[in-house]
C-alpha cells in the first residue's frame, strides 16, 4: 500500500479537530489510536483526489477554519474553539441552508465514516465480522460462473439475455 500523503500542517489541524468531533467515542477502542488512523485514512484519501478536489478541500477546510467570527462564534478559530462550540459549529454546518456549506459537511462526514469503519479495531469492537460473508458471495459467484459456462458448451441452445 502506498505511503499517504503528507498534509499541510493547518489542514492536518482542522481535520483532526473534525475527526475528534465526528468519530463515535466507545470504552472499547483506544480513542487517541483510532483518531490517528482515521488521520492516516484520510491522508491515504486526499492523496488519490484530483488536483483541482483536493485544492477545494483544502479552501473548503481552510472556510471551516476560519470563518466562526463570520458567523457568531467569537474571534476564534474552529480548531481554538471548546469541543461544545465545535459540535455547534458542525451542526449549523450541517443543517445549514446554503447548499455547499451542508453538502460540504456531508462529504466530510462520510469520508470520516468511510475510514473510521474501515478500521479492523472498530470491526472487532462492534462484532463485525465480514470474512463470512465475502467467503458465501465468492462462492455464490463461482457457481454462477460454472453454470454459465457449462450454458455455453451445450450446443443448439439459444442463449438467454441476463
Known amino acids: ?21 465526528l468519530i463515535p467515542k466507545n470504552d472499547e477502542w483506544d480513542s487517541a489510536s483510532t483518531e490517528e488512523g482515521v488521520m492516516t ?12 478536489s ?9 472556510l471551516l477554519e ?5 458567523f457568531g462564534f467569537g474571534l476564534h478559530r474552529f480548531s481554538a474553539m471548546g469541543t461544545e462550540r465545535q459540535t455547534k459549529y458542525l451542526e449549523g454546518w450541517r443543517d445549514s441552508r446554503f447548499f455547499f456549506k451542508r453538502e460540504f459537511f456531508k462529504a466530510l462526514r462520510g469520508t470520516t465514516n468511510l475510514v473510521f469503519y474501515s478500521d479492523r479495531r472498530v470491526w472487532e469492537a462492534i462484532g463485525y465480522d465480514p470474512e463470512p460473508h ?22 443448439g441452445q439459444a442463449e438467454l439475455p441476463l
Open 1 to 21: 500500500m502506498n505511503a499517504p500523503m503528507t498534509l499541510p500542517h493547518a489542514i492536518h489541524r482542522i481535520l483532526l479537530a473534525v475527526v475528534r468531533i
Open 41 to 52: 485514512g484520510h491522508s491515504r484519501l486526499i492523496a488519490e483526489f484530483s488536483l483541482f
Open 54 to 62: 483536493r485544492f477545494g478541500l483544502f479552501l473548503m477546510l481552510r
Open 66 to 70: 476560519w470563518s466562526p467570527c463570520l
Open 134 to 155: 465475502m467467503e458465501e458471495r465468492i462462492r455464490l459467484r463461482q457457481e454462477l460462473l460454472r453454470r454459465e459456462e457449462e450454458r455455453s458448451k451445450k450446443p
